[in-house]
């Protein structure tokens, strides 16, 4: 450990020995350092016309340690003095638009160990769980007749209205379909019979007029019940072709809910079965406007009832204390404030930490970013301290627990483990901070 040493230029002495007592040596110099942070070749980013970017290292206090404007590609490093004492960090990322462009995104990642190293983009996953629509997109042009507005919406095609409900679509995808193909379904947009639900599957691209005798009955149908004591809820059901599938993340959304809970009939819904595939997963959110809380949950399975863990938050003013095991917890501060000029400024700023037993700080209210970044804030008139932004912004705290199995960095930094572990449920509980 660096830190257990001063640092500076060391020498080390190697020496071998053979069984007759031959012995050589070979001495040698380096140079210690504390390195506190490194980001291997920081995403490739480079100066650019639109936007300045920063990174910076602070004490968990807040307080500003060190940071560095990335001006060429290469890898970052900070490295700390022997007066400062091992220690966790917060690294933030700032992206500070440059006019006429505003806008601040900003990205704090805390509770990092002291020799922290980044994960490269090698050693990440991609982001984006749906369709990469590149180079790969394709389009044709569909007609379809339907009782109801038709969907299609998977990980890999979705169908976009070309001219209002008249029949005419596009069907956006990026790569042919495989062998058990695309899910189109018709359903009413609002909660309602079941019975209405028709679907079929899209298998050859050269077939572009879709009537309503070719649409089919699913072949059963089985009951989700919604868990009491929300107001809200919205529920995507999912479909895999497979174990592979599911794992792959290839999901065919097979229906859609959005409404109150008190609009249900004993707190249940009815979902499709498709003959063609065997893996299904829910995922559900749950708002109430009592408590100012929503729930979202991903839950593989049929014929079970959603698991509701033992998580919960509760606020006292710039404090926030949580209950339940859950594997990191996130804020969240993002809006657009109109100008004077009528000109916008758009601000997004998310902040990580571990998981605490502790009393947990709200950061946003004393923490110290770059000079360079703060003047610019200030020649747009910004703070991003919450209490001089106003009431209408998006303010929340949220706490993610993923039964898989990982670790807070796998999480956080999106490594390809969170791809390659098998997949289990998720749930994650928020609070609206604004309340």
Known sequence: NPFDYPSGVKNIEIVASDANGNENSLEEAFELKRLLLRIPDPRNEVIDEFAQIYYAVNDLDGKLIDYKRVEVPGTISFYADDEFEEQEITMTRYSIGKAPQSFQFVISLSDLDSGTIIPSDDERSELFEGPNFGENRNEIEVSVVSNYLPVVDSHNAFLISSTGFSGEYDLVYNNVPSDEGEVMYSFPIEVTDISEYDYLMIKDLSILNYEQQDFKKPIAFTTLNIPDGWDFFNLIFHGFNGEEAYQNREFKTLIRYNDDVADLVDNSLQVPVLEELDVFNRVLTLNS???GKSFSTTQKGLNKNFVIPDLDISRNNRFLNTQGQYNYSE?????TILNVDNT???YFWLFRNRPTTDELEIPYYDFEFPPE??????SKSLSLNPDEIGPDKDFFFTIH?????LTFEDLIFFTKRVREVEREDTYSLRIDLNE
């Open 289 to 291: 406007q009592t408590t």
């Open 344 to 346: 916008f400024n758009q």
């Open 401 to 405: 627990r993923d039964d898989a199995p």
């Open 373 to 378: 970044v703060e003047q610019e804030l200030s």
């Open 331 to 335: 804020f969240t501060l993002a809006g």
